[in-house]
Nanobody
Framework: QVQLVESGGGLVQPGGSLRLSCAAS???????MGWFRQPPGKEREFVAA????????VYADSVRDRFTISRDSAGNTMSLEMNSLKAEDTAVYYC????????????????WGQGTQVTVSS
């Protein structure tokens, strides 16, 4: 059974940092993984993705150079390091298992976590 559990969300001031984690159980060998977010009242949007084999990373323009996605060698844990946070980063963040391209689409992912809230506010 595939399960994904996010953690690490919370309240942070603008300019601050947070590190999200995604604990994965089940089959993740040869699958890419990704982070998405859903701001209040908006559609779920792509944040970042990482491939299984070479650890190739892809980022949304809005987070490039501020966020870093990584996963451990066993593929059981994925992280999202978020720096220089802005109010517009406020959202529920989800991790997901990817099974096809393109990695930027929600339809390319088949299993999702329950989400963790990130609030950026002074």
């Amino acid at each position: 059974q595939v399960q994904l559990v996010e953690s690490g969300g919370g309240l942070v001031q603008p300019g601050g940092s947070l590190r999200l984690s995604c604990a994965a159980s089940g089959s993740f060998n040869h699958y890419g993984m990704g982070w998405f977010r859903q701001p209040p009242g908006k559609e779920r949007e792509f944040v970042a993705a990482i491939t299984w084999d070479f650890g190739i990373t892809v980022y949304a323009d809005s987070v490039r150079d501020r966020f870093t996605i990584s996963r451990d060698s066993a593929g059981n844990t994925m992280s999202l390091e978020m720096n220089s946070l802005k109010a517009e980063d406020t959202a529920v963040y989800y991790c997901a298992r990817g099974f096809q391209s393109p990695v930027t689409l929600t339809a390319s992912y088949d299993y999702w976590g329950q989400g963790t809230q990130v609030t950026v506010s002074s």
